[in-house]
Every structure is written in C-alpha cells, then in structure tokens.
C-alpha cells in the first residue's frame, strides 16, 4: 500500500509545502458554524481545519468558477478575440471525498466526450487534491450526508493525489498517495512507515464512521430503475414540482451539476467580455427560446428533468457515475424538502402504493 | 490569435458580412466570410441540417441554422428577428465584423438516403434548413430517386428565396409545389395549408423508400404529420430538426438536453421515432 503515517501536528506542514508552488485552499470556520474555502495565507494558516462540516459552498468552483471570464473581445472595424486564462497551479486541501467524486464527475462530462471543454481542462490539469476522509462522526458527518448511499464515502477511493486520514488514537494521520505527485511528497522527512496496524486501525474508524449515517436512501437503486425505465409516474413529479421554490439552489450547492449559461458583458467603448456562470434547471428561463417559447414551462418538467438527468442509467454509463455524490448539501438548500435523498423517499412511496407524503 | 478548434471549442472564428438582403418581411439573408481562407475552408465541410454558433460581439452568441449547401460556393444565414441577438444582428452592415464557430450537430445523413425518393416539406421559416437539403439533392442529383417539395407560406409575400423558387419550379428534375394559406392579387398557385398540396391531382406521394423532411411551426408541423401518416408514411423515415435554447452547441452547458439526448451533439435532426422515443413533450 502506498501509505505512509504523519504525526497530527506535521500535517499543515503538507500545506507550507504545497504552498511553494501553489495556491492552496482549504476550508475554514466562519463566524457562526459556517464553514468555507478560502485561500491559504501566512496570517489564516493556522486555523485550517480539519475536522469540520463540510463547507456549504462546494470546491467545485476552483475548477469551474461560479463566473469565468471566456475571452475579451474588442468590436467595430478592428475587431479580435483575446482568449482568458484565469487557471493558475492550485492545490485544496481538506477536500472530502464526496467533492473528490464530484470533481472526477466534472472530469467525466467536460473532459470525455467528442468535445473538451480547454477552460475546465486548464484548470484540472493544474489542480492537486488532497483528500481529508470525513473520520469524526459528530463533526465531519452530518444529518443531512448520505455519500455512503452514493457509494462515494467516507474514504474516497480514488481520484485524488493524497489521502489524510486521522486514526483518531490521538498522534496518527495514515496518509495514502492516489497519484504519482501525491507519493514524490512521501520523501518529506515528517512521513514515517505505516505498520499493518495503522492499516487495521483506518478500516475500524471507517466501520466507526459508518453508523452515523441516517439518511434511509437504500432505496437509491431502485430509484434509479424506476427513472431509467420511467416507471415514475407524472402525480409523482407534480408532488415533486409542487414543492420546488425555482431557487436554483440546488444546483448552486451541487458538486455534480454542469449546467452553465453564457453572456456578453461590456467593458468599454466597443470593448466587451464574454463570460460563463453557473445555470440551473429549475430556474424558468433555463429553457425558454428567443420569442418567448418554452418548451419546459411547468416547474414539474424541470424538476423531473434534474432527477433524470441525476439517475438514468443512460447518462451514468455515459460519465461513469451518477451525478449525485451524497454530498447532501441539496437536501440543506432545499426550502421545499426536495433534496435528493427526499425524491428518492417520495418515488419509492408513490411507487410502492403507500399514502402520499 | 484564434486558436484552432482542438484548443479551445468555445472561442468563435473572425468572420466579416458581406452582403445583406431583406428576404421577407423581419427576415434577412445575411452573406459573410471566414476572415481567413482557412476557416472558410474548414467550416465548408458541414453537412445540411447542421448548425453553427454566431456571435454578435456584445449582443450574445446564438445557434443558427445553415441555409446554404456546401456544394454552393458563399456562406449565409437567414433569421428572423426574434430576439435579442437577432435583433443586432439585423443592425449590422456589410463590413461588420462578428465571431462564428462551428459546424456542429449531426445533419441529415443525405449518403444514406441515397436511391431514395425525397419528399420535403417546408413551412414558413422552415425552409431556412431544408434550403441546404435541397440544393444538396439536386447538386447530386443522380443519387436520388424522384423529389418533391411542398412549401407553403402565409401569404405571397411570405415566401423566401424567391429566387431559387423560381429556378426549381422551371426545373424539369424535380417537383416543387407552393402553397399560400391567403392569396393576393397576384397569385395564381395553391392557396391553402400545405398538406392541401400533397391531395393535388397530379401529385404523386411514393410510400415505399421515402424519406420525408418536414419543417415549420409547430401547427403545421402537426397537421402535415396527421396527413402523412394518413397516407402510410412511417415514423422511422420522416426526419425533423429540433430546436431548443442553446449555449454552448458542443454539450455542456445543458440548456439542449431531452430526454437521454443532446440536441446540440446528438441532434438536431431526428426521426420522428426517435423524438418520440426522448420522453418529453416537443
């Protein structure tokens, strides 16, 4: 096993290390029990956080920025295009695995198929993962987490470039490398062999962590036959619809979601700039055309839209996992309590015959 | 400066307009060139019922159908101003310069159409696409059985390309039937819907190893479809164009998404079995 043992108060040293040639996010504390992702510095160094909820706004954005600037463009008689690069050499520290499946997702869709996306591959080409393992149950896990149903968590299993677990016998982190970057930091002095204890010790916390979760999604695969095969019946997606406030929340939180609009901004006497952001499907206009057709105008087509393109099986062999990571961050957003996990409880009630929620 | 299409899908290629025609009335034919020789080059490999992506700089960038054939030699695009983007792009003038990236989409097969009649049905604006199906034909004229096409407009004035109407109602080698829902005084054709034309005396429809091309507004759309499968044409051999909101035309941003398709990558154009195999309401 590519494993090494780091004792707890050497583990930012693998953040002093990275940041000598990256910038290096990592989550913080707000000022309530908020959580984020911010930029390493000299003067919040020391209040990164490993254990934590995980930060509400997903690392998502640091390969696919929430706004990102496409290419400046100059109009009139002297026109030209000048293309943006704003990727730069970056590492996020304390990713959890959720996010790590999330991004391998992105990595799926804008990288895999007939065309690459060159702004989202800028950026992942110069990203170093390292991936903290949610190891506390009371802190790192919360009611709303279901990535074991998701098959993404607690320990991801691949797709990142280290691994830092805390063994929680009050010294130990086992810190596995995923890439060939990941395992050239091995040679650091702060990292010492692992015994096959270290080894036994890592799976008893993972089984540990496991009893934490609640969140009854069990049903998750059969939701997705029932999608796939469009067993899902319109009554079921009108209760869904029925409930949605057409926030676009859900996919703002989503680590998973791809859906992006594009629009010209003017910068200057016949000077603009062309930018993407962040789009979702439940907001109104996410489909409708010039002169005013829309061809998903009830919010219940939308909403089944977002499931279906989350579940059917179709799009999971397409980028090789569902587009959900049980993250849980949807079922937090959700005013109308049609998070993920919800949807799959209120198909497998409407569908087994049972009252209606 | 501009990349080539490997480096980066979503940077559009210099293009500058030409020429600008009013076709009929808020529609215009707009004629425009690659700036370099080499982009033109590449570009002219599209098949018809292919798209492209068109920038006005500043104004947004939309998807756009092309109207010409690549057997022809100059480049165009018909819209009708609808919305924002459409609505610069009617402002512009010859020697503006604006942003086209493409061809995307999968266009019709029209190699394995071939020794098949093609029947072609057209309404209104709808012949903005099929324009391509047509010229291509006829350029490989030899390849195809008989063909017919129906076009019907709202009135006289309605009708597009008047040129080219001209030139294939003279042309021995094909049918071309016009159809007027109101006539003026001038008009000596059809008046009525255009599936009216298909029960002319003198009209032939072949059933057997046909493909049928429709396209038009969603009430023509209709009706033709309920004449036709009338008449015994199968769902598998009538072929449309899709047409949805789009961003990206390379199938990422989302926006084209039915059902398991793309309608930007896997589309535009589908049989109609295959529209109603995407699961959602067209």
């Given at each position: 096993m590519r494993g090494r043992l780091i004792h707890k108060d050497d583990v930012?040293k693998i953040?002093?290390v990275?940041?000598?040639?990256?910038?290096?996010?990592?989550?913080?504390?707000?000022?309530?029990?908020?959580?984020?992702?911010?930029?390493?510095?000299?003067?919040?160094?020391?209040?990164?956080?490993?254990?934590?909820?995980?930060?509400?706004?997903?690392?998502?954005?640091?390969?696919?920025?929430?706004?990102?600037?496409?290419?400046?463009?100059?109009?009139?008689?002297?026109?030209?295009?000048?293309?943006?690069?704003?990727?730069?050499?970056?590492?996020?520290?304390?990713?959890?695995?959720?996010?790590?499946?999330?991004?391998?997702?992105?990595?799926?869709?804008?990288?895999?198929?007939?065309?690459?996306?060159?702004?989202?591959?800028?950026?992942?080409?110069?990203?170093?993962?390292v991936?903290?393992v949610?190891?506390?149950?009371?802190?790192?896990?919360?009611?709303?987490?279901?990535?074991?149903?998701?098959?993404?968590?607690?320990a991801?299993?691949?797709?990142?470039d280290l691994q830092l677990m805390d063994l929680h016998n009050g010294s130990d982190f086992l810190a596995v490398a995923g890439s060939a970057k990941g395992e050239a930091l091995f040679s650091l002095p702060f990292f010492k062999k692992a015994s096959a204890e270290h080894v036994q010790r890592r799976r008893e916390v993972?089984?540990?962590?496991?009893?934490?979760?609640?969140?009854?999604?069990?049903?998750?695969?059969?939701?997705?036959?029932?999608?796939?095969?469009?067993?899902?019946?319109?009554?079921?997606?009108?209760?869904?619809?029925?409930?949605?406030?057409?926030?676009?929340?859900?996919?703002?939180?989503?680590?998973?979601?791809?859906?992006?609009?594009?629009?010209?901004?003017?910068?200057?006497?016949?000077?603009?700039?062309?930018?993407?952001?962040?789009?979702?499907?439940?907001?109104?206009?996410?489909?409708?055309?010039?002169?005013?057709?829309?061809?998903?105008?009830?919010?219940?087509?939308?909403?089944?839209?977002?499931?279906?393109?989350?579940?059917?099986?179709?799009?999971?062999?397409?980028?090789?996992?569902?587009?959900?990571?049980?993250?849980?961050?949807?079922?937090?957003?959700?005013?109308?309590?049609?998070?993920?996990?919800?949807?799959?409880?209120?198909?497998?009630?409407?569908?087994?015959?049972?009252?209606?929620? | 400066?501009?990349?080539?299409?490997?480096?980066?899908?979503?940077?559009?290629?210099?293009?500058?307009?030409?020429?600008?025609?009013?076709?009929?009335?808020?529609?215009?034919?707009?004629?425009?060139?690659?700036?370099?020789?080499?982009?033109?080059?590449?570009?002219?490999?599209?098949?018809?019922?292919?798209?492209?992506?068109?920038?006005?700089?500043?104004?947004?960038?939309?998807?756009?159908?092309?109207?010409?054939?690549?057997?022809?030699?100059?480049?165009?695009?018909?819209?009708?101003?609808?919305?924002?983007?459409?609505?610069?792009?009617?402002?512009?003038?010859?020697?503006?310069?604006?942003?086209?990236?493409?061809?995307?989409?999968?266009?019709?097969?029209?190699?394995?159409?071939?020794?098949?009649?093609?029947?072609?049905?057209?309404?209104?604006?709808?012949?903005?696409?099929?324009?391509?199906?047509?010229?291509?034909?006829?350029?490989?004229?030899?390849?195809?059985?008989?063909?017919?096409?129906?076009?019907?407009?709202?009135?006289?004035?309605?009708?597009?390309?008047?040129?080219?109407?001209?030139?294939?109602?003279?042309?021995?080698?094909?049918?071309?039937?016009?159809?007027?829902?109101?006539?003026?005084?001038?008009?000596?054709?059809?008046?009525?819907?255009?599936?009216?034309?298909?029960?002319?005396?003198?009209?032939?429809?072949?059933?057997?190893?046909?493909?049928?091309?429709?396209?038009?507004?969603?009430?023509?759309?209709?009706?033709?479809?309920?004449?036709?499968?009338?008449?015994?044409?199968?769902?598998?051999?009538?072929?449309?164009?899709?047409?949805?909101?789009?961003?990206?035309?390379?199938?990422?941003?989302?926006?084209?998404?039915?059902?398991?398709?793309?309608?930007?990558?896997?589309?535009?154009?589908?049989?109609?079995?295959?529209?109603?195999?995407?699961?959602?309401?067209?």
């Open positions: 930012l953040v002093d990275l940041r000598q040639d990256h910038e290096v996010v990592a989550p913080f504390y707000g000022r309530g029990r908020d959580t984020y992702f911010d930029v390493v510095t000299d003067a919040n160094r020391n209040a990164i956080q490993i254990h934590l909820p995980n930060p509400y706004y997903p690392p998502k954005r640091y390969v696919l920025p929430h706004i990102q600037r496409m290419f400046k463009v100059k109009a009139g008689t002297d026109a030209g295009i000048e293309p943006c690069d704003e990727s730069r050499k970056r590492a996020i520290f304390g990713i959890r695995s959720c996010d790590v499946a999330g991004i391998f997702h992105l990595d799926r869709f804008y990288l895999g198929k007939e065309y690459r996306d060159d702004y989202y591959a800028k950026f992942r080409e110069k990203l170093f993962i991936n903290v949610c190891s506390d149950p009371q802190i790192d896990v919360d009611d709303d987490c279901f990535c074991v149903c998701a098959d993404t968590g607690t991801a299993k691949d797709h990142f993972l089984s540990e962590v496991r009893k934490r979760f609640k969140v009854a999604t069990s049903w998750y695969s059969a939701a997705i036959r029932f999608i796939t095969g469009r067993g899902v019946n319109d009554e079921t997606w009108k209760i869904v619809g029925d409930r949605c406030l057409e926030c676009g929340g859900c996919s703002y939180v989503c680590p998973a979601c791809t859906c992006f609009t594009v629009s010209d901004r003017k910068t200057g006497p016949d000077e603009y700039e062309r930018v993407r952001m962040w789009d979702a499907c439940a907001l109104g206009g996410f489909t409708r055309m010039a002169g005013g057709h829309n061809p998903r105008k009830a919010v219940h087509d939308r909403r089944n839209r977002r499931f279906f393109r989350k579940l059917a099986h179709y799009f999971m062999q397409r980028e090789l996992s569902m587009a959900c990571v049980g993250c849980g961050r949807c079922v937090s957003v959700c005013h109308g309590d049609v998070g993920m996990p919800s949807v799959v409880e209120i198909i497998r009630r409407t569908t087994v015959g049972e009252a209606k929620p | 400066m501009i990349n080539s299409r490997e480096q980066n899908v979503y940077q559009p290629k210099m293009a500058v307009m030409e020429d600008i025609r009013e076709e009929i009335q808020d529609v215009k034919t707009f004629y425009w060139r690659f700036e370099n020789p080499e982009d033109q080059k590449a570009f002219k490999t599209f098949m018809p019922g292919q798209f492209a992506q068109m920038s006005v700089f500043g104004g947004g960038e939309i998807a756009i159908s092309l109207p010409p054939s690549p057997t022809e030699d100059r480049l165009f695009f018909t819209t009708r101003r609808v919305g924002s983007v459409t609505a610069a792009m009617h402002a512009m003038k010859p020697g503006d310069r604006f942003g086209v990236r493409g061809p995307y989409g999968n266009g019709f097969p029209m190699k394995d159409y071939a020794s098949r009649n093609l029947i072609i049905v057209a309404g209104g604006i709808g012949l903005i696409p099929l324009r391509s199906v047509i010229i291509y034909a006829l350029h490989h004229r030899e390849q195809y059985k008989k063909i017919q096409v129906f076009y019907g407009a709202r009135t006289p004035k309605d009708l597009m390309y008047v040129e080219n109407l001209q030139d294939w109602q003279k042309d021995p080698n094909f049918e071309c039937y016009l159809s007027v829902d109101r006539a003026d005084e001038g008009w000596k054709g059809n008046v009525g819907v255009v599936g009216s034309l298909f029960k002319k005396p003198g009209v032939h429809m072949p059933v057997e190893n046909t493909t049928v091309f429709i396209c038009g507004p969603p009430v023509m759309f209709r009706f033709v479809l309920a004449d036709l499968k009338g008449m015994g044409f199968d769902d598998r051999n009538m072929v449309s164009t899709l047409e949805r909101y789009m961003k990206c035309g390379v199938g990422k941003c989302g926006h084209c998404c039915i059902g398991v398709a793309y309608v930007c990558t896997d589309g535009p154009v589908f049989t109609l079995e295959q529209i109603q195999k995407l699961g959602e309401v067209i």
